[in-house]
T-cell receptor, first 115, second 112 residues
Framework: KNQVEQSPQSLIILEGKNCTLQ??????????LRWYKQDTGRGPVSLTI?????NTKSNGRYTATLDADTKQSSLHITASQLSDSASYIC??????????????FGTGTRLQVTL | ETGVTQTPRHLVMGMTNKKSLKCEQH?????MYWYKQSAKKPLELMFV???????ENNSVPSRFSPECPNSSHLFLHLHTLQPEDSALYLC???????????FGQGTRLTVV
């Protein structure tokens, strides 16, 4: 069964600090992995998308890494800001032979940045 | 804005009511989706439409009825819901089936 597990479930950090969120998956065959940011009461917004051959990808202060061998991904946030407070969701896409890719969602990490 | 608009943003309905959620995308995408997001649970895919044709129905109760009149609009018709159906309902669209999804703001549904 395809699964995506994220850790920690929640995290509180001080403004200006860095943090790293983890995503472990058992999705197979792997197609790509995406990180989404979801502000409270809003829909998720895509941050990065990574395919099998990509090890790292950055989007401003967000840097995602992917280790396809260990089936792990991380999202590193540098110099956090209050506006980074949100849920971060890891989504892994599997190739579904004969049809299209299937998405498996993690439960998300709830990040709170405080003064 | 992501180009996907959902209305209403908030909805409170009784268990005997009938209501509809609306989703509209201005991105020219071919696929549209309904997701349910409950507290502390992963997003649950409910329905998938590709070029106005339903391609997936993930064991969703019949009290939820989708409608896709054209490639830009998607509805979710609700009737005789239960309190456990209270959740954030998200609509999304993507260029092709199961490619990168663009989400709407969601409708926060409360069933009383």
């Amino acid at each position: 069964k395809n699964q995506v597990e994220q850790s920690p479930q929640s995290l509180i950090i001080l403004e200006g600090k860095n943090c790293t969120l983890q995503c472990n998956y058992t999705v197979s065959p792997f197609s790509n992995l995406r990180w989404y940011k979801q502000d409270t009461g809003r829909g998720p917004v895509s941050l990065t998308i990574m395919t099998f051959s990509e090890n790292t990808k950055s989007n401003g202060r967000y840097t995602a890494t992917l280790d396809a061998d260990t089936k792990q991904s991380s999202l590193h946030i540098t110099a956090s800001q209050l506006s980074d407070s949100a849920s971060y969701i890891c989504v892994v896409s599997a190739l579904d032979p004969g049809t299209a890719s299937k998405l498996t969602f993690g439960t998300g990490t709830r990040l709170q940045v405080t003064l | 804005e992501t180009g996907v608009t959902q209305t209403p943003r908030h909805l409170v309905m009784g268990m005997t009511n009938k209501k509809s959620l609306k989703c509209e995308q201005h991105l020219g995408h071919n696929a549209m989706y309904w997701y349910k997001q409950s507290a502390k649970k992963p997003l649950e895919l409910m329905f998938v439409y590709s070029l106005e044709e339903r391609v997936e129905n993930n064991s969703v109760p019949s009290r939820f009825s989708p409608e896709c009149p054209n490639s830009s609009h998607l509805f979710l018709h609700l009737h005789t819901l239960q309190p456990e159906d209270s959740a954030l309902y998200l609509c999304a669209s993507s260029p092709k089936l199961h490619t990168e999804a663009f989400f709407g703001q969601g409708t926060r549904l409360t069933v009383v």
